[in-house]
């Protein structure tokens, strides 16, 4: 190798040898005041999930009775042979408009009767008749006994009489969800970083004694999803007005603030628990009446962020269990155990120097605190691999970043400026 040659590889080496010092004084600006992982305090230590399980879901379903029990705005079909139609016809029969979802028959037999407000019907020459919280066989003995025995209208046993359940009465119920139960999330190619997402605002109709949690939503999409909090929540209509509600909802407002300011009746349903701890919800509570609002919450401030040698990115934090700072810079494409095979191998293929060899394994985590302030924490990941204490768990709004040491920027280099000479077949 002649003397020229020497002196270009001699500068280079200088010139890498500055940038590294450059890059290395950078990086101990930022560790400064960090604290080291193992001597980090109890009270900033992320929070561990408490070992839970999942609820019984038929819980949040009323159970139906075993006989319809009738109520307002129920539509009956009610014939009565000389009354409501003629002897010498049959009972009209006509078909209705089917409902998704709707356990109503497609065919309706009778004269529609609409039951009022205060739960009775209107039949002609007769008194009002109360039928609310009655079953249909009740409903049908009342009508014979009304127009035989008390009005003398029909003759005890010749009397024609056919009710039926035409429609049952529905709840208009308000579903708000921001966990994208109708269109999946966009992710970003090669991470998990959720770019995208679509809520939905659905007013639905449930049928009595189907009118619960489990029916709203199985009708719009489902059990909340990933990117939703483990949590539903239940806003009373007749207490909130509705739309003040819903518009402070669709605005950010946390529904817990709403129960600490006394603003409505609401209701926090969990979908999983503490083994062994009493359920906060009971079966009145799970029932959906006119006006109110079933609202899933979306978790995307759970999240994380990398910077560094990590691709800049925002990373979503799982709901149901705990990662430590290992598992996130897994999530976030780093390689916390090492370089990859490929690369290298493309590498020597190609002729150049070997590459980053040496892995850096020095962590920056920046903690925002609970009084507004942040901390630093340090951690070492080659000693993270074997000491627990180093093994930080992750929690929402840290940021990541990844930094080689100095002498890993030093071997690096050196290993850069080889010049492998050999060919893989």
Same mark, same amino acid.
């Given at each position: 190798m #002649?003397?020229q040659t020497?002196?270009q /590889?001699?500068r280079?080496t200088?010139? @890498?040898l500055?940038?590294?010092?450059? @890059?290395c004084s950078?990086?101990?600006?930022?560790?400064?005041?960090a604290i080291?992982?193992?001597?980090?305090?109890?009270e900033l230590?992320?929070?561990a999930h408490?070992?839970?399980t999942?609820?019984?879901?038929?819980?949040?379903?009323?159970p139906?009775?075993?006989?319809y029990?009738?109520?307002a705005?129920?539509?009956l079909?009610?014939y009565?042979q000389?009354?409501?139609?003629?002897?010498?016809e049959?009972p009209?029969?006509?078909?209705?408009?089917h409902?998704?979802n709707?356990?109503?028959? !497609?065919l309706?037999?009778?004269n !529609?009767?609409?039951?009022?407000d205060?739960?009775?019907?209107i039949?002609?020459?007769?008194?009002? *008749?109360?039928?609310?919280?009655?079953?249909? !066989?009740?409903i049908?003995?009342a009508i014979r006994?009304? %127009?035989?025995m008390?009005?003398?209208?029909?003759?005890?046993?010749?009397e024609?009489?056919?009710?039926t359940?035409i $429609?049952k $009465?529905?709840?208009?119920i *308000?579903?708000i969800?921001e966990?994208?139960?109708?269109?999946?999330p966009?992710? +970003?190619?090669r991470?998990?970083?959720?770019?995208?997402?679509r809520g939905?605002?659905n007013?639905?109709?449930?049928?009595?004694?189907?009118?619960d949690?489990l029916?709203?939503?199985?009708?719009t999409?489902?059990?909340?999803g990933?990117d939703?909090?483990?949590?539903i929540?239940?806003?009373?209509?007749?207490?909130?007005?509705g739309?003040?509600?819903?518009?402070?909802? /669709?605005?950010g407002i946390?529904?817990?603030?709403?129960?600490?300011n006394?603003?409505?009746?609401?209701v926090?349903i !969990?979908?999983s628990?503490?083994p062994?701890? @009493?359920?906060p919800?009971g079966?009145?509570?799970?029932v959906?009446?006119?006006? #109110?609002?079933?609202f899933v919450?979306?978790? *995307?401030g759970?999240?994380?962020?990398t910077?560094?040698?990590?691709?800049?990115?925002?990373?979503?934090?799982?709901?149901d %269990?705990?990662?430590?700072?290992i598992?996130?810079?897994?999530?976030?494409g780093g390689a916390?155990?090492?370089?990859?095979?490929f690369?290298l191998? @493309?590498?020597?293929?190609?002729g150049s120097?070997p590459?980053?060899i040496?892995?850096p394994?020095r962590?920056?985590v920046?903690?925002k605190?609970?009084?507004?302030g942040?901390?630093?924490? %340090?951690?070492?990941?080659?000693k993270a691999?074997?000491d627990?204490?180093?093994?930080?768990?992750? /929690?929402?709004?840290?940021?990541?970043y990844?930094?080689? +040491?100095?002498?890993?920027?030093?071997?690096?280099i050196?290993?850069?400026?080889?010049?492998i000479q %050999?060919?893989?077949p």
């Amino acid at each position: 190798m #002649d003397e020229q040659t020497l002196n270009q /590889q001699g500068r280079w080496t200088a010139i @890498a040898l500055l940038t590294a010092c450059l @890059a290395c004084s950078g990086c101990a600006t930022m560790m400064k005041g960090a604290i080291p992982a193992s001597q980090l305090p109890p009270e900033l230590m992320a929070q561990a999930h408490c070992p839970r399980t999942p609820i019984d879901f038929t819980l949040l379903r009323q159970p139906p009775p075993p006989s319809y029990l009738v109520g307002a705005r129920d539509i009956l079909g009610i014939y009565i042979q000389d009354v409501l139609g003629r002897n010498d016809e049959p009972p009209p029969v006509f078909a209705l408009l089917h409902t998704p979802n709707s356990s109503d028959p !497609p065919l309706a037999v009778g004269n !529609p009767v609409t039951v009022a407000d205060d739960g009775t019907i209107i039949l002609p020459r007769i008194p009002p *008749m109360r039928v609310a919280g009655m079953t249909i !066989p009740q409903i049908d003995a009342a009508i014979r006994r009304a %127009y035989t025995m008390d009005s003398r209208i029909l003759q005890p046993g010749q009397e024609v009489v056919t009710v039926t359940l035409i $429609r049952k $009465r529905l709840h208009r119920i *308000m579903v708000i969800r921001e966990d994208s139960p109708a269109v999946p999330p966009i992710l +970003k190619p090669r991470d998990g970083t959720l770019i995208a997402r679509r809520g939905t605002t659905n007013a639905i109709e449930l049928p009595s004694f189907e009118n619960d949690v489990l029916h709203a939503l199985s009708q719009t999409g489902g059990l909340p999803g990933e990117d939703a909090r483990n949590e539903i929540w239940v806003l009373r209509g007749a207490a909130n007005g509705g739309a003040p509600i819903i518009e402070q909802l /669709q605005n950010g407002i946390d529904p817990a603030t709403l129960v600490t300011n006394g603003a409505s009746a609401i209701v926090r349903i !969990p979908l999983s628990v503490v083994p062994g701890s @009493a359920l906060p919800f009971g079966p009145a509570d799970i029932v959906l009446n006119d006006g #109110d609002v079933l609202f899933v919450q979306s978790r *995307m401030g759970d999240c994380f962020y990398t910077g560094g040698l990590l691709p800049g990115g925002q990373f979503l934090l799982p709901r149901d %269990y705990d990662i430590d700072i290992i598992n996130a810079i897994s999530l976030a494409g780093g390689a916390p155990h090492g370089p990859a095979g490929f690369p290298l191998i @493309a590498q020597l293929r190609s002729g150049s120097g070997p590459g980053n060899i040496v892995s850096p394994s020095r962590v920056l985590v920046i903690r925002k605190t609970p009084s507004g302030g942040q901390i630093k924490i %340090y951690i070492d990941l080659r000693k993270a691999l074997n000491d627990p204490r180093e093994q930080v768990l992750v /929690q929402s709004g840290d940021t990541i970043y990844l930094f080689w +040491k100095p002498w890993e920027v030093a071997a690096n280099i050196g290993l850069n400026l080889i010049n492998i000479q %050999y060919t893989i077949p």
